[in-house]
């Protein structure tokens, strides 16, 4: 009879996904196994308590050795199955299953008016183990999921990263063609100017020098044709000088307002 | 005789090879003008043995008078005469093998006789 209730709760923590899941089987199933008015079910690991408690008690979440109460503490540090008298109508029993790396603790409160507790030792050791592997499944489960978590906020964080750094490239980008464009600018107006000093500038200067060499050479006084060409030349020379103060002030304009 | 073309486009520079061809180069003929395209038109008729030729000039300046005359085949030596000290109009004239001189404005009456009798 024990067994084949074993049987059916064993088929149904197969299928409990969740800790509320396994919550509800042990609500439902484990009168079937064993009979109390309250159960309890810790799982001890690395110092951590995790737990189930049928009956008044709700369900435990995650706690400390520290906080487990008088009897649990006592029975975890002992490792030794108790039997207590809680009250004159209350009676506890625990038993500790420990494997080193973690330990069960099961705990029953029944009362006087019930039944004599009954339980099949090879049950509760069956039972011990199956929910042993069910916590030991959930933590893993949780661990992964945290770990998963952690991966996701690192992928979000390397794709922000990433987008930033695209932004930034493209803005580099951008600048950087706005300064090649910019230096291409000043590099063509600083060709203008160097033909504009050789041919506009030189020009009219080489003619007045050409005229003195004319006068040198024939020793002769300035004839009125000469000293028009001249004043010819010295007006275009003028007029190149002016053009290059305009030039240079509308370039400097934007840079001094 | 040697028959010599100017071509400036400011009257004074032609003025100035002029008077120093009458004095440095007496027996030597000159036709000077400003208009390059003019200039050009006469090239066959005159067929001078020397073109002082400026660079700068509108419309028509000295390199596009020395790309016409390669597509034409003309062939007459030219001096460069120009004002540009710039290291690019030198490199440039480079590439046509008829200019036998670059000379830069001011020059003396001896450079033009120099390039003269080169030729």
Redesign the interface.
Known sequence: MAFEAYARFSSRLASCITRQDLQNLLELHLKYLFNFSQAAICYVQDGKVQGHRVGKVNLMGSASVDQLDDFEAELFSEKIPLVREISETETARGWCFDSGEQGVLLICLTTSNEQTFLYNASILRLLVESLSARFKQFNLMEALDEKNEKLNGALQTVRFQHEEIHALARRQGVELAEKTKDIRSKNEELQQIVKFNAHGVREPLSRIMGIMNVIKITNANMELQELQLLEEACNDLDQALCQIIVRAETKLKPHLS | MKRVMLVDD????N??MR??LE?KAPDCEVFDFTDPEGAFAELDGINPDLIFLD??MPIMDGWDFLRKMAETNKHNKVAMV?????E??REQSSLYPNIVRYIV?????DDLVDVLESV
């Open positions: 400011k009257d004074m520079s003025f100035i008077k120093f004095i660079i700068n120009t004002s540009s000290t710039s690019m109009d404005k001011p020059f003396q009456a």
